[in-house]
């Protein structure tokens, strides 16, 4: 079963931004830290890479190839992820999909395309 929606991707010129958006079906939502992954191009880059997290508490990490250009952020009652990108480079080009923040405990979602491009 799938446990997560993404959406909001689209198609960027380097150094502009985009908002994603992750839904969840967990009933728990409040209790869980929540993460976005991103799987780029390319043959060799098969696994999804974790670019940031948001914990139950609030508290957040961040890959640091993103530090400083992404906000990662949840709003509980809504059951809603998101992930503001300002900044994008041509490297951000990827599908980005949102799952457990510690390690992907549930479903993968289609996920939405990222391409930043000029």
């Known amino acids: 079963q799938v446990h997560f929606v993404e959406s909001g991707g689209g198609l960027v010129q380097p150094g502009g931004s985009l908002r994603l958006y992750c839904t969840t079906f967990?009933?728990?939502?409040?209790?869980?830290?929540l993460g976005w992954y991103r799987r780029a191009p390319g043959k060799q880059r098969e696994q999804r890479e974790r670019v940031a997290r948001i914990n139950a508490d609030g508290t957040t990490e961040y890959a640091d190839s993103v530090k400083g250009r992404f906000t990662i952020s949840r709003e509980n009652a809504e059951k809603t992820l998101y992930l503001q990108m300002d900044s994008l480079r041509p490297e951000g080009t990827a599908i980005y999909y949102c799952n457990g923040g510690v390690s992907p405990w549930g479903s993968w979602g289609r996920g939405t395309q990222v391409t930043v491009s000029s």
């Open positions: 967990e009933r728990a939502f409040s209790g869980y830290s």
